[in-house]
């Protein structure tokens, strides 16, 4: 019966295939550039050209000129597509071993594209790892002259990959704002060149440290281009698990592009060491199971015969099955299974914890969605386990299910707010919360006083979901403040309610706040996109006054002002007073007394307004934003 049903399943599964015109069981037959069209983005997904989830999954090509490498002929990309290919991706070396060619890689699109796959074009920058050395200062006018071939010769095929792993060619902290400095600079040389060409086409940008810092991307955005931008991540197996967390997060936020990895160490296995069960937590995270249910494409390293354990190859120029080693054996099997979707879902872990309009919420972190990891939250131990009698949640304040998310307490004491402990990055949390009604909520944070790099993100409903105070959405990270002047070699016991602010922006006392679009249970989740020295908890501001005699009571003794999405600005004061109001322009467009405890209200249009109330006694003034688009 098993048996049956299992030969009944596959038949199913090859015909839903072939009815959208891929054939898995013999993928040579498949034409995926005519199937998907021109690729182009919706919102941080990879789409075809009719808008439908694409996820392109192949080989990287080992550096031109290197031994045992395979992409010299026709036939060399055919092997590829045999075992399962849509996307061949050409590593364009422009020192280790390689140089510009503009021609070969001219030559791989045509080839690529006569047999219906995708061509990643890299620009195969590693040493030195600054993108504007003048080793590669030829970058602007390669991909100017490509860029301009690619469109003339109609070529829907191609996707640039811009600068691969820029580094700093040191261990340590993977956050480095250095290199991403010089990956804005080279960005904004090159990316111009293609979008003149090649509007609307699909660009990849390298992120610091050897493509792992996916932070910098949503916390200091390289700019608005006519073009899809993506940003790439590079993994190996063996020993880079514990920056995996990374691409899992930063999915909710960007869009993302594995444009490397492999079985392996990261000097490509040199060992022989091949981890296979690496490779099924990377792509369960590629596949959707990740906290934005992105689908991620992906490059293996490498399509070659070179002698490491990451090659896919035993020996050169044969492409039949029994030639692949263990890391190819694997990839095809992979790629043969042809499209698995996975997603990320969780639950409220008792019930949803309430975000009122008109009161002040607070969210209880150690009360996380149920699910499990890659469900309900994202967490990376192995740092924090230094005791083997003691269990996975390193805080031990909070039992919740077993779980191994970090639980401690905010003071010695433990009478505070439980808090997200040892924190490295990549980790998330996920809570579902019922909202009693749409809106930008603003935020506090409870902090301690350790410096870190404390850079957290938010999501709502698997997207970013921090907007500023003048509703754009610019900024997809937030650095937090310490409770004071900061302690580098302590603080964790002193806490306090802060205001996260985005450290690279020119204003840095702009507020942020959490965009909830609809009214009810939505999932509201927290990344931490670096190293951060805990998290206490997050208040919630209402988003309206309270209305009503007893309600105004409450706070008559202050004057206040504010405003709601409707265009209206609501003012109150304790005692008779003259209310001005005037535009940017300096014109007064409202202009009248108001009775003590009274509340008044004007409708404006969009716009940047000075409130001024003013008392006999006291007076305020407060500039105040309409944005009711």
């Known amino acids: 019966m098993k048996k049956v049903f299992v030969t009944t399943l596959c038949a199913l599964v090859l015909c839903i295939s072939n009815a959208f015109g891929l054939n898995y069981s013999n993928p040579e037959s498949n034409n995926y550039v005519n199937e998907y069209g021109k690729l182009k983005l919706v919102g941080n997904q990879l789409c075809s050209e009719k808008g439908e989830p694409v996820q392109l999954r192949g080989w990287s090509t080992h550096g031109k000129n290197w031994q045992g490498s395979n992409f010299d002929d026709k036939n060399d990309f055919l092997g590829m597509k045999k075992h399962g290919a849509n996307v061949a991706r050409i590593a364009m070396y422009l020192i280790e071993g390689g140089n510009e060619d503009l021609n070969w890689v001219k030559q791989c699109i045509q080839w690529t594209n006569e047999l219906g796959m995708y061509c990643l074009v890299d620009w195969h920058i590693l040493t030195p790892g600054n993108p504007n050395d003048g080793a590669?200062?030829?970058?602007?006018?390669?991909?100017?002259?490509?860029?301009?071939?690619?469109?003339q010769n109609g070529y829907k095929n191609v996707l640039y990959e811009i600068c691969?792993?820029?580094?700093?060619?040191?261990?340590?902290?993977?956050?480095?704002p250095n290199i991403w400095k010089q990956i804005k600079e080279y960005s904004q040389k090159v990316l111009p060149k293609i979008e003149q060409n090649d509007p609307g086409s699909i660009v990849i940008i390298g992120t610091p440290q050897w493509d792992k810092a996916l932070v910098f991307p949503m916390e200091d955005p390289v700019g608005e281009y006519n073009l899809g931008l993506m940003y790439s991540f590079h993994h190996y197996t063996c020993d880079q698990k514990q920056f995996l967390g990374l691409l899992s997060s930063a999915a909710a936020y960007i869009p993302l592009f594995v444009t490397e990895w492999g079985l392996s160490t990261d000097d490509g296995g040199e060992n022989g060491q091949v981890?296979?069960?690496?490779?099924?937590?990377?792509?369960?995270?590629?596949?959707?199971?990740?906290?934005?249910n992105q689908r991620i494409s992906w490059c293996n390293w490498s399509w070659?015969?070179?002698?490491?354990?990451?090659?896919?190859?035993?020996?050169?120029?044969?492409y039949d099955e029994w030639n692949l080693t263990q890391s190819g054996q694997y990839i095809r099997r992979q790629l043969m299974k042809g499209d698995v979707i996975e997603n990320s879902s969780s639950s409220a872990y008792e019930s949803a914890q309430k975000?009122?309009?008109?009161?002040?919420?607070?969210?209880?972190?150690?009360?996380?969605?149920?699910?499990?990891?890659?469900?309900?939250?994202?967490?990376?131990?192995?740092?924090?386990?230094?005791?083997?009698?003691?269990?996975?949640?390193?805080?031990?304040?909070?039992?919740?299910d077993g779980d191994c998310v970090d639980i401690g307490s905010t003071t010695e004491d433990g009478d505070g707010y439980l808090n997200l402990g040892y924190i490295v990055e990549g980790e998330w949390v996920k809570y579902t919360v019922d909202?009693?009604?749409?809106?930008?909520?603003?935020?506090?944070?409870?902090?301690?006083?350790?410096?870190?790099?404390?850079?957290?993100?938010?999501?709502?409903?698997?997207?970013?979901?921090l907007v500023s105070e003048d509703g754009k959405d610019t900024y997809k990270a937030l650095k937090l403040k310490t409770s004071g002047n900061g302690d580098s070699s302590g603080g964790y016991d002193v806490w306090g309610w802060t205001i996260p602010y985005a450290q690279y922006s020119n204003d840095k006392e702009k507020r942020y706040a959490v965009r909830f679009d609809k009214a009810g249970e939505n999932t509201l989740a927290i990344a931490f996109m670096a190293s951060c020295a805990g998290l206490g908890s997050l208040k919630f501001l209402p988003i309206e006054e309270p209305t009503g005699k007893k309600d105004i009571n409450s706070f008559v003794d202050d004057s206040r002002v504010w405003s709601d999405k409707n265009g209206n600005i609501f003012f109150i004061a304790s005692?008779?007073?003259?209310?001005?109001?005037?535009?940017?322009?300096?014109?007064?467009?409202?202009?009248?007394?108001?009775?003590?405890?009274?509340?008044?209200?004007?409708?404006l249009s969009n716009g940047v307004y000075i409130v001024s109330v003013i008392g006999n006694s006291k007076s305020l003034s407060k500039k105040v934003i309409i944005n009711n688009l």
């Open 355 to 400: 975000i009122y309009a008109a009161d002040t919420s607070y969210i209880a972190l150690e009360k996380y969605d149920k699910g499990g990891q890659e469900n309900a939250y994202y967490e990376f131990d192995d740092t924090w386990i230094f005791d083997i009698n003691k269990t996975c949640n390193a805080g031990g304040e909070f039992d919740h």
């Open 435 to 465: 909202v009693e009604k749409p809106g930008d909520y603003f935020f506090e944070t409870y902090t301690n006083n350790h410096t870190d790099q404390n850079v957290i993100a938010i999501a709502v409903n698997g997207k970013n979901g």
């Open 575 to 603: 005692e008779k007073s003259l209310v001005k109001i005037s535009n940017m322009q300096g014109i007064t467009v409202y202009d009248e007394e108001i009775n003590a405890n009274e509340v008044a209200n004007v409708n």
């Open 304 to 318: 070659s015969a070179d002698f490491r354990s990451s090659s896919a190859l035993k020996g050169a120029n044969n």
């Open 164 to 176: 691969n792993e820029p580094n700093e060619n040191t261990e340590g902290t993977i956050y480095r």
């Open 275 to 292: 981890c296979e069960d690496g490779g099924d937590n990377l792509l369960r995270i590629c596949n959707g199971k990740n906290l934005g």
């Open 136 to 151: 590669y200062a030829n970058a602007p006018n390669f991909f100017s002259a490509l860029s301009q071939w690619v469109v």
